[in-house]
């Protein structure tokens, strides 16, 4: 019989059910004669270039503009050529997530609650005092526009550093902060802690934006980076009043709940100023349109494109490691170069590039885990004779001689002694994953396996040979 793969079940301390999802390991929607679908190894990081000669801080952000990678490291605005080679550009100063964009002849950066404007040859700042605190921007129809939290500041259409304080603007719908602003189908948004509001471009003396009635959107996000442009959508991490953290895509008046039982579950297990600084991007690699929510020990990931395949919100895990959950070392997401370049928040003066010929992340080993849904016998007991796990064995692997493991449990808490399967070697593209006398069940059973990076392998289906007992 076939057991599925894709997601896995365990069973609380209490009396729930969870969704335990791959981790490390990225489902694909492919119809391909044996599943409706198989787990490929999640993209590996290569380390891409040296850095900057002086250890100067993690990576805060980067943007490709005019066919340059440019990036904050630490306090300073730095550009990446080609072959990962840094150059400061000047210095911004500050910490945290940094926000970039562009118009038509000069990058913008919003750092240390400044903006700054770098034209290909000098960085400056916007020194006038009206624009106030930055703590988020967007480009928009030729304007540079801010929010200090409560107000809407844009500059001068014919003089990007000027501001004219008769032409602020308000999120007036309810009363909450003013956490980011976003451009989503040349409209601004301006993302609120429980609502969103839509404006367009009427022109005029004084402030350009009108707010669009009926196009609110009744939820918002924790924080400034919780929020990303997502298929034509905005998808944040937050929701309305008097609710729990959510996932959620919304446009046009209309939203829609992204997260499962599950993700809520992980994400409400952190305190909400934990969550604040939480950073949301989206990538699309391959006919995948995944969006990242990078939480502080791991990344969670919703597949869009699989998940309207296989009719189910299809989520993974990213984690770095070989033990447990640490912090997936691939932020602010730019493709350039023809490559995509990431920045490590947690180790200092590091990028990377995306690889997915590998699943090691910057020369070191992670773990990579799934499990099955639950066998049920009815109440009737069964021998497990045997198991096989089909899979594409004999690709690239970092070791001669990897191994998978697998375990069970009769409970869903407490779990078996783990047995070994060594895939082979590279180039042996018929060995077989297969364990055979795995025990017994009285009522039902769920099976477990993992490995690490150095077993580059990707899994297409369970079968099982089982016996009855009556």
């Given at each position: ?89 000047g210095t911004v100063g500050g910490t945290g997530t940094a926000t ?160 499962t039982r599950e993700i809520d579950v992980i994400i409400s297990e952190y305190a909400a100023v934990d969550l604040e600084d ?193």
């Open positions: 019989m076939q057991i599925s793969i894709l997601n896995g079940i365990y069973a609380s301390t209490g009396v729930d059910l969870r969704t335990s999802y791959p981790k490390n390991l990225m489902p694909i929607a492919n119809q391909n004669g044996v599943s409706a679908g198989y787990m490929r190894p999640a993209e590996g990081i290569a380390t891409f270039g040296t850095g900057l000669a002086t250890d100067s801080g993690v990576d805060r952000g980067g943007i490709n503009w005019k066919g340059v990678c440019y990036r904050v490291i630490g306090e300073s605005l730095v550009s990446v050529d080609a072959y990962g080679v840094c150059t400061v550009l970039f964009d562009y118009g038509f002849d000069r990058v913008a950066i919003a750092a240390n609650r400044q903006l700054f404007y770098y034209n290909g040859t000098s960085l400056t700042v916007l020194s006038d005092p009206d624009a106030g605190a930055v703590i988020d921007f967007v480009w928009i129809d030729g304007y540079y526009l801010m929010t200090d939290g409560t107000s809407l500041v844009v500059t001068e259409l014919n003089d990007p550093t000027a501001v004219n304080p008769l032409k602020y603007g308000s999120s007036e719908i309810d009363p909450d902060d003013i956490v980011a602003v976003k451009k989503v189908r040349g409209e601004l948004h301006a993302v609120n802690r429980h609502t969103i509001e839509v404006f367009d471009n009427i022109g005029g003396d004084l402030f350009p934006f009108s707010r669009i009635e009926g196009a609110q959107i009744p939820k918002g996000a924790l924080g400034t980076h919780c929020v990303c442009n997502y298929l034509d959508r905005l998808a944040f991490l937050g929701g309305g009043r008097n609710e729990p953290l959510a996932i959620w895509s919304g446009a046009n008046g209309q939203v829609e709940k992204l997260s939480v950073l949301v991007e989206a990538r699309s690699i391959k006919g995948q349109d995944l969006l990242y929510v990078h939480l502080p020990d791991k990344t969670l990931v919703y597949d869009n494109t699989a998940s309207q395949l296989l009719g189910d919100r299809v989520w993974f895990i990213l984690s770095s490691g070989t033990n447990g959950y640490s912090a997936y070392p691939a932020r602010n997401f730019v493709l350039c170069y023809d490559k995509w370049i990431v920045g490590n928040p947690v180790t200092t003066n590091t990028l990377g590039v995306m690889d997915e010929t590998i699943s090691s992340q910057y020369g070191s080993l992670v773990d990579w885990e799934f499990g099955t849904s639950i066998l049920y016998g009815e109440g009737r007991g069964a021998i497990v004779h045997e198991l096989e796990l089909v899979a594409l064995t004999g690709r690239y692997g970092q070791n001669d001689a990897p191994v998978v493991w697998t375990s069970y449990s009769l409970d869903g808490i407490t779990w078996s002694q783990e047995r070994a399967c060594y895939p082979g070697t590279l180039g042996n593209y018929s060995q077989r994953l297969v364990w055979f006398q795995q025990g017994m069940m009285r009522n039902f059973r769920i099976q477990k396996f993992r490995g690490t990076s150095d077993n580059y392998t990707s899994f297409l289906r369970l079968e099982a040979r089982i016996e009855g007992l009556s």
